[in-house]
């Protein structure tokens, strides 16, 4: 069985779901109305009755589930972990694996397992270069959350000493989205004004030889030492231009209507500040003007599946088609460029119908031959020594003379 993580005892007491709040309001009342279920039947009845409860008090359980979560989040800004213990109170211990630190759990009995000195972090160069840029380049614009998070992570670094980097990034972005509408927009105003800053440094920057517009410096292509990690760029499938357009969505709809008067409210707009204030209104339409792009939006859906079916019919007889014409084009070119074997074999075969042909056409000329003489015709495919002739078509038996002059004399007689 595993060992639970020793734990800082004084650590505030982590949240609960709204089930394990169910969970644990209920099982009292669920064991004495089921005094014979086992600890798992009884887990698998209070799932069945969290599922069957109405939205409304689902919701209720879900409302104690975040107080619940704001008082851990309250009381763990407040709690400063003790050394060997992380900013949430559980025990670690800092392991070197390889140039890599790990964070580990301690359980009991492993206190001393670590206690030997780690060596130390070996130097390494990495496999990709970064990109360089002039150091007299102006430095880039920043967004407002990073400029929130950059002015206050002293502060709540200070507020939470033993929250690592990755917790003290979910952090301040918690922070951030709790700032009032007011607060947000002073954060804006300041990257409006970064943004600017940037703008009027970079329209006086004049970037050295081999640097781009923006000062980074560019690469050899011929160069065999250029591993920048770069993008792959992707492989656009060519569209083909009889295939039906596709469906679009209620905002585009939107966007479409809305494009040409923000254009005339606010000439000479960028494209991204259009982009920000389509969606600012879009998000501020009520559901009644919402169902009117929704509705264009369903018919055009309609439109292109009943356009696709027709495409994809088509298609699929143009494709058939298509395979049809190619094999018989493969029969044919078969025909005209045949093998020297198939024209040999074909040469023979042609041959041997002619000699048969000519070997009927002597036998009819052997059997209407005229008597002469009182003597019967001679068989020509008989060899000077009587020996019969080896064509089956012209086979004889070879019969003396006195037969023949005696079958001859019986028939005058």
Same mark, same amino acid.
């Given at each position: ?15 609960? +779901? ?23 039947? @009884? ?43 992380? +900013? ?15 964070? @580990? ?40 959350? =990073? @400029? ?10 200070? &507020? ?21 509408? &007011? ?9 409006? &004004? ?56 209620? %905002? ?16 000479? =707009? ?6 920000? =204030? ?49 094999? &018989? ?14 024209? %040999?074999?074909?040469? @023979? ?58 079958? %001859? ?5």
């Amino acid at each position: 069985m595993t060992k639970k993580c020793p734990r800082d005892p004084n650590a505030p007491k982590r949240n609960l +779901s709204a089930y394990l709040l169910y969970q644990n309001t209920m099982r009292d009342q669920f064991r004495s109305l089921n005094p014979g279920m086992s600890f798992g039947q @009884l887990a698998k009845y209070t799932a069945a009755m969290y599922a069957e409860i109405p939205p409304a008090e689902k919701q209720a359980w879900s409302e104690r589930a975040e107080q619940d979560k704001a008082r851990y989040l309250h009381e763990l800004q407040n709690y400063t972990p003790p050394p060997g213990y992380d +900013s949430k109170g559980d025990a670690i211990m800092v392991i070197n694996d390889g140039g890599t630190e790990h964070l @580990l759990p301690v359980f009991p009995g492993q206190q001393q397992q670590f206690q030997q000195q780690q060596p130390q972090r070996p130097t390494g160069k990495s496999k990709y270069k970064t990109e360089t840029r002039d150091p007299n380049a102006p430095k880039r614009n920043l967004p407002p959350f =990073i @400029l929130y998070q950059n002015a206050m992570r002293e502060q709540f670094q200070k &507020e939470n000493p033993g929250m690592t980097f990755g917790q003290l990034a979910k952090y301040t972005s918690h922070m951030y989205k709790n700032l009032t509408a &007011e607060e947000k927009a002073s954060w804006e105003t300041r990257a409006q &004004e970064d943004k600017l800053r940037y703008v009027g440094q970079m329209a006086n920057y004049t970037p050295p030889p081999g640097h781009n517009a923006q000062g980074i410096m560019l690469l050899d292509p011929n160069s065999a030492n250029n591993n920048v990690k770069r993008r792959a760029k992707r492989k656009t499938k060519d569209k083909d231009p009889n295939a039906p357009k596709r469906a679009c969505g209620a %905002y585009v709809f939107f966007t479409n209507e809305m494009r040409p008067i923000v254009m005339k409210e606010i000439p000479g =707009i960028k494209f991204i500040e259009m982009g920000r =204030i389509l969606g600012e209104r879009w998000r501020n339409l009520s559901v009644e003007d919402k169902k009117k792009f929704e509705d264009m939006a369903t018919e055009d859906k309609a439109r292109f599946q009943m356009e696709m079916q027709q495409y994809t019919a088509e298609k699929s007889t143009l494709l058939a088609q298509q395979q049809q014409a190619q094999r &018989e084009q493969q029969q044919q070119m078969l025909s005209q460029h045949q093998s020297p074997h198939h024209q %040999y074999q074909q040469y @023979l075969s042609q041959q041997q119908q002619h000699m048969l042909l000519s070997q009927q056409h002597q036998l009819q000329q052997q059997h209407i031959h005229p008597v002469s003489s009182g003597r019967m015709p001679s068989i020509d495919n008989t060899s000077s020594h009587g020996h019969y002739s080896m064509d089956p078509y012209n086979f004889q038996q070879p019969q003396s003379d006195c037969y023949g002059h005696q079958s %001859y004399n019986a028939e005058r007689i």
